[in-house]
């Protein structure tokens, strides 16, 4: 009864505040006033029954706090945890994975290929961007401005000094790398909010750059023609031409997934995770923190570069307009809808991200709306994301198991 | 050297630095408080002009004089932009009040994406013109040549707005209770503090000011879009840097002085880079003065 009266209440505030927006629409050139009072309805239904939504998901919020303090855990997830940690079932597992993936393109349309082909972009951009944010723990805002480096140092050398895709490949990750120590050195001082507005400003500057040096970067009208990547110098037609980058990009893709699964448990791995739980401990331990945060940047923005120049090649033009803050804010989306710091999470949100609006055409104009809710929601209520990270545990069976176990952490302090 | 030219730079950098100035004031004002850049403030902005297009669009079908639509769609933006400020802070800010530190600025950015395809879908993304309301009164012709009645009117309106905010903040029970939130939440709340209360009066005050900017510059630049929100609240919040974030005084310098800078570097240099100025020097603050102008330093507690 309680919860009913608060409902109604929140509903009819909800019509009350989306009153003028919703309801009425100027039609200025005929003089008259559209009155939508449909959508006022609908906004007070919908704000009723998401009002009891939100109180229920609250409610076991609550409970499941309480629950973890009282040292209960929830038995959700297991069978993913056995999938992680347990090689007999993911061997397989991945390897299905991995075949679905092989032989999709002969499978699916051109058309289908290339939203894949987007969608394994994106996931290299969040993996990418999970470096700096999710195990750094640096919310960088501005990471597009990296991609944005790549797709132009291929985009210029190529149509400059007709470099080839694989010479500039490297080039265009080195130049992100470049871009990322940079931005790194001034605002290694900076931690937090300030980092983030800092780096969304970066972002913004390098776009702004893009779209007023015409003489360099060809202005708002972006450059054209770009070459696709070149296979032993043989043409392809655009079918195969999409194929083999999807291929490519795949390719790109697993190096990617192992060489962050390899960086996470290395030591320079264990290093940033230290950086992201706690600044002032982390340099107690004996942490450089500069070369730390620096690497952190440099890799994180070399990944974006290599899918930079990716996707020139892909769409074989490339403008500033695809480089503004939205696309940050969407690769970020996908790292804190996957899970910040587990590889498996976000790759899986990249490619919820993308392919679900893909495939629910009908709600294609509500894609960004949903974007922004699902932020928000996930920070309320699982801001560990859909995949938590696992946590490597030492288990030391015996004393002599200890006493190396020990040792090692000084030895490495002295090095 | 051509002073009518530096005149009308100059009042034309008042103008645009008491807009950034009224914003700034939301941002500091919630640092100030809950240290949290309210990355959506800028979006309550454009709800400002928005709701406040809108209605001046109906009033005007219905033959209302130009002078009484202003002010009533004033105030209707002004309740509408505290209301969204209240609501926005209930849903994506209080549940994360003990989340680190990273969750609420997400969160805002989460806000910010969906208010901006809120008002795209509910109304449109287009540029929609916004009515010219303000008269040009007689006693206004001698300085007719540098300045516009819409200028005069964002400039007294914003100074009146700051005069009233410092004497709320300094002489009131709430403006002391604010301030004490500010200066310590866990001790302001042993002594009898609503800290709750505090901090959603905070951003209504903060929404309010955002909407009086809205009205006010939808007003003189004479259009508006979904868009608008998202520049105007990262300058402001350079603005709020500049001067000092969370000192009230500090935002309010913050942005005239980022309003000078914008006139007088398009004025004088170019116009191409205007909107990587305050970017840039809002990156060279951070980097080299944190606290800003009117901010004081502070010591890093382990």
Sequence with gaps: ????????????????????????????????????????????????????????????????????????????????????????????????????????????????????????????????????????????????????????????????????????????????????????????????????????????????????WSDFSQGPSGIANIDRPGLFGTQLSVSDATTYIYYLILAAVIVTIVAVTRLKNSRIGRAWQALREDEIA????????????????????????????????????????????????MVLAMVVLGGMGSVIGVSVGALVLILLPEYLRAFSEYRMLIFGATMVLMMVFRPQGLVSPGRTKYNVPDAEGAGAAAARPAAGGNA | ???????????????????????????????????????????VYMLGAFTALIVAGALGIYGFPALAILIIAAVVAVIYCAAYGLTLEKIAYKPLRDAQRLSPLISAIGMSIFLQNYVILAQTSDFMPFPNLVPQPEFLEPIAHIMGASEVLIIVTSAVAMAALTLFIKYTRMGKAMRATAQNRKMAMLLGIDADKVISLTFVIGSSLAAVGGVLIASHVGQVNFAIGFIAGIKAFTAAVLGGIGSIPGAMLGGLVLGWCESFATGYISSDYEDALAFALLVLILIFRP????????????
């Design chain 1, 1 to 212: 009864m309680q919860g009913l009266k608060k409902s109604i209440l929140v509903s009819l505030w909800f019509m009350f505040l989306t009153f003028p927006l919703m309801v009425i629409r100027i039609d200025s050139l005929n003089g008259t006033i559209d009155w939508r009072w449909e959508n006022m309805l609908g906004m007070g239904a919908g704000s009723f029954v998401l009002s009891f939504v939100w109180r229920f998901m609250m409610a076991r919020k609550e409970a499941g706090r309480a629950a973890a303090a009282g040292g209960v855990m929830s038995a959700r997830g297991a069978w993913f945890e056995r999938l992680r940690s347990d090689p007999k079932a993911a061997v397989p597992a991945l390897a299905v994975i991995l075949a679905v993936f092989l032989v999709l393109p002969w499978l699916v349309s051109t058309y289908q290929t290339n939203i894949m082909i987007s969608a394994l972009l994106y996931v290299m951009l969040g993996l990418g961007l999970n470096i700096v944010v999710g195990l750094s723990g640096q919310l960088v805002l501005g990471y597009v401005a990296f991609y944005a480096v790549g797709a132009y140092s291929y985009a210029i050398l190529n149509s400059n000094f007709g470099l080839g895709f694989w010479s500039v490949l490297p080039i265009g990750g080195a130049m992100a790398a470049l871009f990322g120590i940079l931005l790194g050195f001034p605002v290694l001082r900076l931690r937090g909010d300030y980092l983030a507005i800092v780096t969304l400003g970066f972002g913004e500057i390098i776009r702004l750059v893009l779209e007023n």
């Design chain 1, 282 to 329: 982390c340099q107690a331990m004996g942490i450089d923190i500069t070369t730390t945060k620096l690497t952190a940047f440099a890799l994180g923005a070399c990944w974006a570069g290599f899918a930079g120049v990716i996707f020139a090649a892909k769409t074989t033009f490339i403008n500033p307009a695809s480089f503004t803050f939205l696309e940050s804010a």
């Design chain 2, 1 to 43: 050297m051509d002073w009518q030219y530096f005149w009308e730079l100059f009042f034309g950098g008042l103008t645009r630095g008491s807009i950034y100035a009224l914003i700034a004031l939301g941002y500091t004002m919630v640092y100030g408080i809950i240290e949290l850049i309210n990355f959506a403030h800028g979006e």
């Design chain 2, 291 to 302: 606290s800003g102008i009117l901010g004081k330093a502070k010591t890093q507690k382990v």
